[in-house]
């Protein structure tokens, strides 16, 4: 008997535009180009104003990589995403002589939530010395604010900046902040841009008041890497890898002479037909269920229980740190023509 599930009364937490693209099969008003530069995966999508992601209007830009800890990488991503900012603030009619407004968002004393915070530490902040008086043409100006979180301040951080806003007149923002994935492939590995703005907090379910040019009225770019998955989404993950992993050895195990190198092999890599009965072997009823139906049972059984919870890596406190200095290093080289 299959389970029958209701695929529309659940949503997985996600900020990822790319994710809602992997799991629809219908994208009516949306526009997706991939391309690949120096080993880095890029993905375009433009949305119009109706599409079935349901979501803003606008650009998305998806920086997709495997290492960021290493220099070589770093150096690579670190350029791309040079190029692909630049590209956005021309899109957006962004002037070199703009003054930018930067908020660092999220909770600092949460490593997965901190990236915004560690990132406007690095920040090159210059409208004090303007208010001086002059400064070498090749730096524009530039404010900083980390505003913390709600539960902190009892303020709504679009009340924070909106105010701050009014009162310095800046001609565009750049927030940046840590989001959540619909996908553990994508933790840490995965920059976002858009320029639709932010709603800080929605990957979690505890969406607060929007960030962009609608309610704040000047053009806001966004900046987020996803760092926390939902543990409902592990699981999922795990059966499907358990079910590549046994449809490789079923197949690879065929051959002898595969024996030697058998465990040192990654099965990822290869092209694995898994199909409905080798599921259906090693999962039973469950095995009947596409990717999307088990991952709402499994937040079926989780979430009364309290157990579906938000998950990140063991090594975060060192990614972060390289996460937040690649973008900061960025984002101040596209500010300033340093």
Same mark, same amino acid.
């Given at each position: 008997? *299959?389970?029958?599930?209701?695929?529309?009364?659940?949503?997985?937490?996600?900020?990822?535009?790319?994710?809602?693209i992997d799991?629809? =099969?219908?994208?009516?008003?949306?526009? @997706?180009v991939?391309?690949?530069?120096?080993?880095? =995966? &890029?993905?375009?999508?433009?949305?119009?104003?109706?599409?079935?992601?349901?979501?803003?209007?606008?650009?998305? &830009?998806?920086?997709? $990589?495997?290492?960021?800890?290493?220099?070589?990488?770093?150096?690579?991503?670190k350029? %791309?995403? *040079?190029?692909?900012? !630049?590209?956005?603030?021309c899109?957006? !009619?962004?002037?070199?002589?703009?003054?930018c407004?930067?908020?660092?968002?999220?909770? /600092?004393?949460? #490593?997965?939530?901190?990236?915004?915070?560690?990132? +406007?530490?690095?920040?090159?902040?210059?409208?004090?010395?303007?208010?001086?008086?002059?400064?070498?043409?090749?730096?524009?100006?530039? =404010?900083?604010?980390?505003?913390g979180?709600?539960?902190? #301040?009892?303020?709504? #951080?679009?009340?924070?900046?909106?105010?701050?806003v009014?009162k310095?007149?800046?001609?565009?923002?750049?927030?940046?902040?840590?989001? /959540?994935?619909? +996908?553990?492939?994508?933790?840490?590995?995965t920059? @976002?841009?858009?320029?639709?703005?932010i709603?800080?907090?929605?990957?979690?379910?505890? /969406?607060?008041?929007?960030i962009?040019?609608?309610?704040?009225?000047?053009?806001?770019?966004?900046?987020?890497?996803?760092?926390?998955?939902?543990?409902?989404v592990?699981?999922?993950?795990t059966?499907?890898?358990?079910?590549?992993h046994?449809?490789?050895?079923?197949?690879?195990s065929?051959?002898?002479?595969?024996?030697?190198? $058998?465990?040192?092999?990654?099965?990822?890599n290869?092209?694995? %037909?898994?199909?409905?009965k080798?599921?259906?072997d090693? $999962?039973g009823l &469950?095995? *009947?269920?596409?990717?999307?139906?088990?991952?709402?049972?499994?937040?079926? %059984?989780?979430?009364?229980?309290?157990?579906?919870?938000?998950?990140?890596? *063991?090594?975060?406190?060192?990614?972060?740190?390289?996460l937040?200095?690649?973008?900061?290093?960025?984002? !101040?080289?596209?500010l300033?023509?340093?």
């Open positions: 008997m *299959k389970h029958e599930i209701n695929l529309s009364n659940i949503d997985i937490h996600t900020d990822l535009a790319i994710d809602v799991k629809i =099969s219908s994208l009516d008003g949306v526009k @997706q991939i391309r690949n530069v120096d080993g880095v =995966s &890029i993905t375009d999508v433009k949305l119009e104003k109706k599409n079935s992601l349901n979501k803003k209007e606008g650009n998305y &830009i998806t920086i997709e $990589f495997d290492d960021v800890t290493d220099s070589t990488n770093y150096n690579k991503i350029e %791309v995403v *040079k190029l692909e900012l !630049n590209s956005l603030m899109k957006m !009619n962004i002037k070199d002589s703009d003054t407004l930067f908020i660092g968002l999220g909770n /600092a004393k949460s #490593t997965p939530d901190s990236l915004g915070p560690k990132v +406007s530490k690095d920040i090159i902040v210059t409208k004090h010395i303007y208010d001086l008086g002059q400064l070498d043409s090749k730096y524009r100006v530039v =404010s900083v604010i980390s505003p979180v709600s539960a902190n #301040t009892g303020i709504e #951080t679009s009340d924070i900046v909106d105010s701050i009014k310095i007149r800046p001609n565009f923002i750049i927030a940046v902040d840590a989001l /959540a994935s619909g +996908s553990i492939d994508r933790v840490n590995k920059i @976002q841009m858009t320029d639709t703005g709603h800080p907090g929605s990957g979690i379910g505890n /969406a607060r008041k929007e962009s040019k609608s309610t704040i009225g000047i053009p806001v770019i966004a900046i987020g890497v996803p760092t926390v998955v939902d543990a409902s592990i699981v999922a993950d059966i499907n890898y358990m079910y590549k046994y449809a490789f050895n079923k197949e690879y065929k051959n002898p002479k595969s024996k030697l190198t $058998f465990n040192n092999v990654n099965y990822l290869k092209n694995i %037909v898994i199909n409905t080798d599921k259906e090693l $999962f &469950i095995g *009947k269920l596409n990717s999307d139906e088990v991952k709402i049972l499994i937040n079926e %059984v989780l979430n009364p229980i309290g157990y579906n919870l938000m998950v990140t890596p *063991k090594e975060i406190d060192f990614v972060i740190d390289r937040s200095t690649l973008i900061s290093c960025s984002v !101040n080289e596209m300033h023509d340093i």
